[in-house]
């Protein structure tokens, strides 16, 4: 999820935490589990910072070993330390619990929008993206901020308010799954070959995108209102044994995109000076445009001069950043 739900997550929790007697009856306890819980429920994600780095980094680490089974024990554990030499006096089993059930709480929501997390690591290393959440749902932030402003603002019991908060979002959790299986069950009657099936739901509710992987093809499409458009079809194709092929593929940025990308095509343009290559995720089409790509850029002699990847929304911005190519 984004960080303002992440955020008003966390708020909810330590409202939350007023069901705990413990928590209840010590108001220096609530004030250490709220900081507990704010902070572990935006933990996982302080792997952004590797965006400074640069993109490839990012791309290959960000909602991983920070959102592994260990990692999730390891951010309440150091979470709840932290705060608790601070304010050695209060519980700390009960801070502990809280903060780490923000950190599970932060990586589970993760886990059902498109991007997804490896929560399994160390088990495995497979990406977990259920894709029937968007990472900002307005629905799941709005009641959030509803149950929050109640409480602060209009003197609601937090504990029964963010309860009954909870069970409404478990059954919208409930609703989006059957949602995709629905659009899944439609696509599967159409096609008799599908291997796979990626969605990517929208911010609007009833709009979601879709990438279908069959035994021939490649198809792009958008359901909306239940109906489901493909918009394109690419026909699937080897990677080509090519000299600039086999260079793009030793490259950082190219090797995090295939790391996360599970649909994409690819293109190789050459020219008297210099051979684009091309490779692009289709889960994100937007408005005709393919915005998340690998590119690499190679000399005469196929020696790469220059590459990107990250999600671009114009050729001309993706263009300045591979030039200026030596001529």
Known sequence: MDTATHISMGVALGGLATLDPVVQQDSTLFTCVMVGTIVGS??????T???????????????????????????????????HTFVPQV????????TF?????????????????QAARPINRNWIALGFINTFDPYIFGLHAVGIVAWLLFGADPGITFLLLYFIIALYYVKRYFDKKE??????????????????P?????????AITTTENFYVARAEGGKIKI??????????????????????????FIFFSPVYRWEIEESDNYTEVRFIDLRYRSKGHYPFVAVVKLDSDYHIRNS???????????QKKLDPLPQ
């Not at 290959?60 to 592994?68: E, K, Y």
């Open 231 to 256: 918009l394109d079809q690419f026909k699937r194709k080897k990677l080509p044994d090519h000299p600039a092929m086999h260079k793009a593929l030793q490259d950082d940025n190219v090797q995090a």
């Open 183 to 200: 659009i899944v069950s439609k696509i599967e009657q159409h096609f008799d070959d599908v291997e796979s099936i990626v969605t990517s």
């Open 42 to 47: 935006n933990a996982p994600d302080f792997d």
């Open 91 to 98: 519980n700390f089993v009960h801070l502990y619990f809280w």
């Open 202 to 210: 929208t911010i609007k509710h009833n709009v979601w995108r879709i």
């Open 49 to 83: 910072l590797l965006k400074l780095k640069n993109n490839a980094v990012y791309i290959r680490n960000h909602r991983g070993i920070t959102h592994s089974i260990p990692a999730v024990i390891v951010w309440g554990v150091t979470i709840a330390t932290v705060i």
């Open 308 to 318: 990107y990847t990250g999600w671009i929304y114009s050729e001309d911005k993706l």
């Open 101 to 117: 059930l923000a950190v599970i709480l932060h990586v589970f929501v993760d886990i059902f929008n498109a991007y997804g997390t």
